[in-house]
């Protein structure tokens, strides 16, 4: 192969822009043809640039060139020498990506999805945003071990309190923010089956519940099931008196069918609700709703309940008026 070119990815204005490559073709500088975007492989979205091909014959319809081997040829050499002058960023330029990590990123990661013999060339050297505003690789954040999670965040504002409890241990968090990624993230997991991504929300390490077994029935009542999935966590005296979690798993499939429910032109609909209730037994309330027959515990209970789902997501309109009507009654 003998052709020179320049290509570049276009600043994104906004999420929602045209992912369709634009290549133009020139013979010797004389222009062949324009947005053949079969000279560009088809997992380099929203690729744009020139190819100035001197052994392509000058004389070539449009249809020719979408269907010549020469013109795959071209396609597969590009995409090698894009992962090539990825890696060389990451290991010589690294400052560079980083500063165009978000304009760049959503094309690398379908990249890695579309074309497996790319993304085994530039996997290792993907990058992921901390919420602390610095760039890691899924081995730098591991730590060179083999095998472990990575803590993720979907949005810093509404799961603000599940981070500062990461953040106070010392754990670090990803951003995994976008449609793309929440995909990008089972594939990563698929290459490299010791590594597991998992939300800050989706679980806590769960305590003794000596002692605290009488005020499971209490928070059964609160929560309106009979068999309500609870757990008894340690969160320190001034953390929540309890949590919502939802198993890793149990949401990413909830996600999917949701997603799969309206792409398929139907309304959504409600999953199985696998919601847990991880009750903080350092809490004073909790202490006090186990070791006293206080007056309105249920009331309290039901209020500690709502509290947890504020923190977890938006109140429905019925939730938000009892909320509210629980306030100024135990105040």
Known sequence: LNFKGV?????RKNGYESTESEIRLFYNSVFVADNIKEACPEHLANFKGVLDCPELPLNVS???????AYVRKIASHISKKVADKFNYLFNNERETLEKNWADIKPYFEYGCMRDEKFGDRIRNSMLFEQTDGKFVTADEYLNGKDEGEIFYTTDKESQSYYLNIFEEKGEKVVILDSVIDSSFMQY???????????RIDSGFDSENAEGFETITSLFNEAIGKEDAKISFVSLGIDGAAALISIP????????????????SGGSAFDMPNSEELAINVDNPVIKKLKDENIQNAKDIARHVYLSAVLLSRTLT???????????????
Do not use: G
Request: proline share 2%; charged share 35%; aromatic share 12%.
């Open 62 to 68: 449009r249809s020719y060139l979408q269907n010549d």
């Open 248 to 263: 890793e798993e149990d949401r990413r499939f909830n996600d999917m069918m949701r997603m799969y429910s309206i792409s």
């Open 317 to 331: 309109a019925d939730e938000a008026k009892e909320f509210i009507s629980l306030n100024n009654k135990l105040l």
């Open 7 to 11: 290509l570049y990815i276009p600043k």
């Open 188 to 198: 990563f997991e698929s290459k490299n089956s010791k590594i597991k991504f998992k």
